[in-house]
């Protein structure tokens, strides 16, 4: 076939038909639900539109308590019950229409992917994970007059990802001059080559787009396989994954216990998204502190899981997901104004008194920085307060605050795991209508 349709496939024409002959719709219920706000959104199904739903309610800060997922049969039907940070119910009235306009426009445009911007260069980089290479890292673009305005950093499993946004610092936007980026590349290598013999470091730099940034952390570390166990290294999870058969269905059947934490929903479909897995039907159910998550799922050929090495790297990849940014190490938040060369002191601070950077979420807005970062000490345990007083003494008492209690060290209730199979799910879905939607408690 040629002419108009160019490169589009009659399916691509026919999903196209169906989304315009059913617009997608977003119901707000603040009334059945006492304790949460009750999101519903229906609409023709398309491939990642789940993750795109789940990625704007986590963009918006809300905390997924409870979910019921359905994207079978060409439609998908799925209730989200929401709460704002504090767990308190949503009442803006203003902030729910944001909501609901966000919902039925941002989501379904298919954010996952990259979006134009000449504003920033962005960087991109894998490693092995060691004491002082954010140090490092900020020392070059430092000395290269590059302001890093965004970042974020995560670190698991001894490697290390980060996603930079920088400016020039004489223009204020992105980097076009090609030996300024040709040196950043040259002395960024270099960086990331000391002590990277497992692994080979990769970095790219670009100034052409944006994407998603946590999203495309989760895309780096996969690719980076950092779920593969290490040789030597004794393996402990307090998450708990299983992943069984449903013959009779042709799906198989993802359970997960965890400890509950914000975003851990969009990180576990991440994961499934990242190894070409479709999520039919599932159920979210968070209580005291505690997740548990089921899912039907067939990989993007249609089959399900069929060997037992696949289910083991399902298994993996999902816990390692869960953990990239299980933030149980303590928590720093620096407020103060901006400037080149900030980060580039604060983590040579850390360093000098040994701490290391797990995680770091790094933003900056009208001239003002303010960074979190997630530490430990050079061992992985617990940071002694004496050190963090000295810190505070270096960089400013009322500029670096600590996030919680210094001595507490969190952990997982040890509770009996209990099993959330839809015993009766295929049953209700027979008649694939709308009115499973409104049977949601």
């Not at 730099?205 to 040789?231: C, N, P, Y």
């Not at 851990?264 to 599932?282: I, N, R, W």
């Not at 790094?362 to 992985?380: L, N």
Request: hydrophobic residues 35%; charged residues 25%; aromatic residues 6%.
């Amino acid at each position: 076939m040629s002419g108009g349709l160019g490169l589009l496939t009659m399916d691509d024409v026919y999903a196209k038909f169906i989304s315009r002959m059913n617009p997608t719709r977003v119901v707000i219920d603040n009334e059945s639900c006492e304790h949460a706000t009750i999101i519903e959104v229906v609409s023709a199904n398309k491939n990642g539109l789940l993750l795109e739903v789940v990625q704007v309610l986590s963009d918006l800060n809300l905390i997924i308590t409870k979910a019921y997922i359905s994207s079978d049969g060409g439609w998908f039907m799925d209730v989200f019950n929401v709460t704002d940070c504090d767990g308190k119910k949503i009442r803006d009235e203003g902030f729910l229409n944001y909501i609901q306009k966000t919902l039925e426009t941002d989501a379904l445009r298919g954010l996952n992917g990259v979006m134009p911007c000449k504003e920033h260069t962005s960087i991109e980089l894998t490693s092995t994970d060691r004491p002082g290479l954010l140090s490092e890292i900020f020392a070059v673009l430092t000395d290269l007059r590059c302001n890093v305005v965004n970042s974020e950093i995560w670190t698991h499993n001894s490697r290390a990802a980060a996603v930079i946004y920088v400016t020039d610092q004489e223009t204020g936007g992105a980097i076009e001059d090609p030996k300024h980026l040709s040196m950043m590349n040259e002395l960024l290598c270099n960086v990331l080559k000391v002590n990277s013999n497992f692994k080979t470091p990769r970095l790219k730099i670009s100034s052409s787009g944006i994407m998603h940034t946590q999203r495309r952390l989760h895309q780096m570390m996969f690719a980076d396989r950092d779920f593969e166990r290490l040789e030597g290294v004794k393996h402990s999870s307090r998450n708990h994954v299983c992943v069984l058969d449903c013959n009779d269905r042709d799906y198989t059947v993802v359970t997960v216990r965890s400890k509950d934490r914000p975003k851990l929903l969009f990180d576990t479909l991440c994961s499934l998204a990242d190894m070409q897995y479709v999520v039919f039907h599932g159920t979210v159910i968070t209580e005291r502190m505690e997740a548990y998550q089921e899912y039907y799922i067939r990989h993007m050929d249609g089959l399900p899981v069929s060997s037992e090495a696949e289910r083991q790297r399902v298994i993996e990849c999902l816990e390692a997901a869960i953990k990239r940014r299980a933030s149980e190490e303590l928590e720093l938040e620096l407020c103060t104004d901006d400037r080149l060369g900030l980060l580039s002191d604060i983590t040579r601070i850390f360093r000098e008194n040994g701490l290391c950077i797990r995680q770091a979420e790094i933003s900056t807005r009208g001239g003002k920085a303010k960074d979190t970062f997630f530490v430990t000490d050079v061992y992985g345990k617990h940071v002694d307060p004496k050190i963090i007083g000295l810190i505070k003494q270096q960089i400013g008492q009322n500029i670096l605050q600590v996030k919680g209690n210094l001595n507490v060290s969190p952990k997982l209730p040890q509770e009996t795991a209990r099993s959330f199979l839809f015993t009766n799910l295929f049953r209700s879905l027979g008649s694939q209508n709308f009115g499973l939607i409104r049977s949601y408690p």
